[in-house]
């Protein structure tokens, strides 16, 4: 298992009951938003691919309209989501 980083956006139309699942899930911080939660922590997951399902159907199991928009980092490499569909990667800009 390795520890991923994420940064993701989530709309759904159970917030209460979305906040509670992300905050089980995710560690790290979930900030409301006008239109769902920010997220930002890390996940222990084989890969970026399947933290993001593992994440994504979580979720669609409280609410089927949920959406996520999501950044998964492992080891340099930035890993895009949304919902359950793979957009492509990029290396990782350094920390300063």
């Not at 520890?3 to 139309?13: G, H």
């Not at 939660?37 to 979720?59: C, K, M, Q």
Request: hydrophobic share 40%.
């Amino acid at each position: 298992m390795a520890t991923i980083e994420i940064s993701a956006d989530v709309n759904s139309a159970q917030p209460g009951a979305t906040r509670a699942a992300l905050s089980n899930l995710v560690s790290g911080t979930v900030s409301a938003t006008s239109n769902g939660f920010h997220v930002e922590g890390t996940v222990e997951a084989e890969d970026a691919e399947t933290a993001n399902r593992d994440l994504f159907y979580s979720l669609r199991r409280i609410e089927q309209r949920t959406t996520l928009r999501a950044q998964w980092t492992l080891e340099g490499v930035v890993y895009r989501f949304v919902d359950a569909t793979a957009q492509g990667t990029f290396v990782a800009a350094p920390s300063a």
